[in-house]
């Protein structure tokens, strides 16, 4: 069974950052492409970024790109989502995903969920 726990939320003023953090359990982490996601209030989850096995791809949505990175350390089986530039509009839960194999944009790709972290932003 695979678990996943993020870390990193929390509350910033608009123009600020944060990096979020999700810590994998098991010992094939690296074998799997791994995507962050997030659910605003009263909106569905929606996809963020993505980060192919090795760290050498790297995929976003249009609302964060030139604003968030997606990186991982596979010795640490950890995945980061490093936050610049917040808006109050990337006010959210945020969730990490371990793919089923490669990487997606959409949920149904994604086999393991994290608990998910609060980021709030604030005007």
């Known amino acids: 069974q695979v678990q996943l726990v993020e870390s990193g939320g929390g509350l910033v003023q608009a123009g600020g950052s944060l990096r979020l953090s999700c810590a994998a359990s098991?010992?094939?982490?690296?074998?799997?492409?791994m995507g962050w996601f997030r659910q605003a209030p009263g909106k569905e989850r929606a996809f963020v970024a993505a980060?192919?096995?090795?760290?050498?791809?790297?995929y976003y949505a249009d609302s964060v790109k030139g604003r968030f990175t997606i990186s991982r350390d596979n010795a640490k089986n950890t995945v980061y989502l490093q936050m610049n530039s917040l808006k109050p509009e990337d006010t959210a839960v945020y969730y990490c995903?371990?793919?089923?194999?490669?990487?997606?944009?959409?949920?149904?790709?994604?086999?393991?969920w994290g608990q998910g972290t609060q980021v709030t932003v604030s005007s």
């Open positions: 995903a371990r793919s089923r194999a490669l990487t997606s944009r959409v949920e149904s790709g994604y086999e393991y």
């Open positions: 098991g010992r094939t982490f690296s074998s799997y492409a």
């Open positions: 980060i192919s096995w090795s760290g050498s791809s790297t």
